[in-house]
């Protein structure tokens, strides 16, 4: 609010809201504005601004539309800039270490599009739920049911609920693994794809992270500090892990499904800090990984890489490769699909229905075959389920494609004495 001079009232000092019908976050609420006077005794006193009774004012307000807050999918990242602004500043600012990030569900979009996602699914956090952490579980929420979810990365900025503490990060954490691990056992499997702030205080370390998690639905990346090349201010500037998760999730979208992450490359970022890339030694990326971090890391070729697409479920193989998890969710997902477009769900049971199962059954596992979601299957075994005349039980294995994470060579030196030495195995 300015007066015609152009001078600005202050909120709180000059004037209030005060609503007069319905709540405060409510679609129909009516709010008016309420001028204040220095001394609240005599309101015909102006305000500590000189706002008098009768003054014309200009108002300024944002507007948000209902549908705003809604999940909302884009095919192209200049509709998600049309709907959440531009990614990046066009102004460098006066401080050199403050960031440029200017809509960070834009920016963590353009990422996920440069990584290979054909479509992202935007849902922006709505203030009027809480603080940030109550805003992302009422976010989850909106897409619990929605099979177009299979990827998640929450974007744990640093705001209204601190996201740089170790405490906070790991409530944050447990939340996206309740949502994605109830989800799945509702069968809309998912993995979320996550990173922590910049300004992380490290106070619990990712691998310690990591082990609190232990979910085969949670990818948890480092680095949480990357270099990103801001072309409007010829510069790069750090961005946070949270757009590593988002880059993780757009090359795993491109991905066949039976394809995980493990030395895959990834773009839109020019580098690392020097200090976290001279902290990336060997012994300290085999303690992340050991432990169920997603490390992406520098190779020899200077391409920003992942080491091993480990989940933070780190105890079993099978749950700790995360093409794993995602070839169960497909193959489940494409069970219930062509299962219910069968037309045999309230046919009557007659002697012919097990045999119409089965075969329909295996029609849809000779295609999950031949995309090569799985590798094989036993034979589909069908039966009437005993005490439950209504339903038809079929049941089955099948074989998913391992990744291949290591290759060990053995090699040994001929000294031509008829004596070799065998070196120790190495692993790549």
Do not use: W
Not at 299 to 311: D, K
């Amino acid at each position: 609010m300015t007066n015609l001079a152009g001078q600005v009232m202050v909120y709180g000092d000059d004037y209030t809201f005060v609503v007069i019908a319905g709540s405060g976050g409510a679609a129909t609420a009516t709010t008016q504005i309420k001028r204040l006077s220095t001394d609240e005794g005599d309101l015909t006193l102006p305000s500590p601004n000189g706002l008098r009774n009768g003054d014309q004012v200009r108002i300024t307000y944002a507007f948000t539309s209902s549908s705003y807050y809604q999940p909302t999918e884009f095919d192209s990242y200049d509709q998600v800039v049309a709907t959440f602004g531009p990614a990046l500043v066009a102004v460098a600012p006066t401080d050199p270490t403050a960031s440029q990030v200017s809509s960070p569900i834009t920016l963590a979009a353009k990422i996920a599009f440069e990584n290979g996602a054909a479509t992202v699914l935007c849902v922006a956090t709505d203030p009027s739920a809480g603080d940030y952490r109550t805003q992302l579980v009422a976010a989850y929420a909106k897409v619990a049911t929605d099979y177009r979810a299979q990827i998640l990365v929450p974007l744990l900025v640093n705001g209204t609920y601190d996201a740089h503490t170790g405490t906070n990060v790991a409530n944050l954490l447990t939340d996206i693994k309740s949502h994605c691990e109830a989800a799945g056992s509702d069968g809309y499997g998912r993995i979320a794809f996550c990173g922590v702030a910049a300004v992380y205080d490290n106070s619990v370390t990712h691998d310690q992270l990591a082990v609190q998690v232990a979910s085969k639905r949670v990818v948890l990346g480092y680095p949480n500090r990357l270099l990103l090349f801001n072309s409007s201010v010829n510069a790069s500037t750090e961005v946070d892990g949270f757009y590593l998760a988002a880059a993780m999730a757009g090359r795993l979208a491109l991905n066949a499904v039976n394809r995980g992450l493990t030395a895959q490359s990834l773009t839109s970022f020019t580098g690392l800090p020097a200090t976290v890339a001279q902290a990336m030694t060997r012994t300290f990326k085999n303690n992340l990984s050991r432990n169920g971090v997603c490390v992406a890391e520098i190779t020899a070729a200077n391409q920003l890489m992942v080491r091993h697409g480990t989940s933070t479920k780190t105890t079993s193989e099978l749950e700790q490769e995360i093409s794993l998890t995602r070839i169960g969710d497909t193959l489940l997902q494409t069970i219930q699909t062509g299962m219910s477009s069968s037309g045999l769900i309230g046919e009557p049971i007659t002697a012919d229905m097990t045999m119409n199962v089965k075969s329909s059954l295996t029609g849809i596992l000779e295609r999950a075959v031949a995309d090569g979601v799985i590798v094989a299957y036993s034979p589909v075994s069908v039966r009437q389920r005993e005490g439950q005349p209504s339903v038809i039980e079929a049941t089955f294995s099948y074989k998913p494609a391992v990744p291949m994470n290591y290759i060990v060579v053995k090699f040994s030196m001929d000294l031509t004495t008829g004596d070799s030495t065998t070196d120790t195995d190495q692993a790549a």
